[in-house]
């Protein structure tokens, strides 16, 4: 079961992503359990964790275009009706929020490395649906469609995505592709705009073929950092629980 723990309000997540949160002044911002989750296990508000982790809560930059994953309560008028999915501009909606989890054959065990090549499921915070596609064409670029579908984090089989990088790990310095893992097609975007009601964003829909219009970075978020004993080595066994 999807535990809710992502319950953080817009203006806590969005000091996070401009590193202006500190463990001070948490309890007027977080929920209990994200507090200490920051303040006892470890979360990474800085740059000191140069790669992904499961349970990390993120914004992700397509690069080609300078628009972060964004979704909404605001289903697609055609195709396969879900909550849409598209790319904005603005850096400090937390409507772009998603939490890296595993899949229900792929453990994701919080803390751990995202490895490339792993599959993953992206959870929107806000909404609590995962990032989805399937064959339904997008409605302005015709291309795949990409939505947002379940219900407190779970959905189906075409809610997983490969992430593919060129390392052993998920760097967050590093531009990746999110490949659909039933479709083979990739996570794009390709710069056609939608009008009202979401006036200016971009459709974000999959491709088959890989270009810079896949090309995704890790941004804005916090990110669940690795335990370790006090030997200093890794120690992820009691690490079982996920978002």
């Not at 397509?62 to 603005?90: A, E, F, M």
């Not at 998603?98 to 490895?115: A, E, F, I, L």
């Amino acid at each position: 079961m999807y535990t809710n723990l992502l319950e953080v309000s817009a203006a806590a997540l969005d000091l996070v992503g401009m590193g202006h949160l500190d463990c001070a002044v948490l309890p007027h911002s977080l929920p209990t359990l994200l507090l200490l989750l920051t303040c006892i296990f470890g979360l990474s508000l800085g740059s000191e964790l140069g790669f992904v982790t499961c349970g990390s809560v993120l914004k992700l930059l397509n690069i080609k275009h300078n628009v972060r994953l964004h979704s909404h309560d605001v289903r697609y008028g055609s195709g396969s009706g879900q909550q849409s999915v598209t790319g904005v501009t603005t850096v400090e909606d937390s409507n772009s929020y998603w939490s890296v989890r595993g899949t229900s054959d792929t453990s994701c065990h919080r803390g751990t490395p995202v490895k490339c090549g792993q599959n993953i499921r992206l959870t929107h915070v806000n909404t609590g649906r995962n990032l989805h596609s399937h064959y339904f064409s997008s409605p302005l670029s015709s291309n795949q469609e990409v939505s947002a579908f379940g219900d407190e984090g779970e959905g189906d089989h075409l809610d997983e995505w490969t992430v593919q990088c060129g390392g052993s790990v998920w760097k967050r310095e590093e531009a990746v592709r999110f490949r659909h893992k039933s479709t083979d097609a990739l996570l794009s975007v390709t710069g056609e705009q939608y009008g009202r009601p979401i006036h200016g964003q971009r459709e974000v829909h999959a491709m088959s073929s890989p270009s810079q219009h896949s090309l995704w970075k890790a941004m804005e978020g916090i990110f669940m950092k690795p335990s370790e004993n006090l030997a200093g080595s890794r120690d992820y066994s009691h690490l079982h629980t996920e978002f």
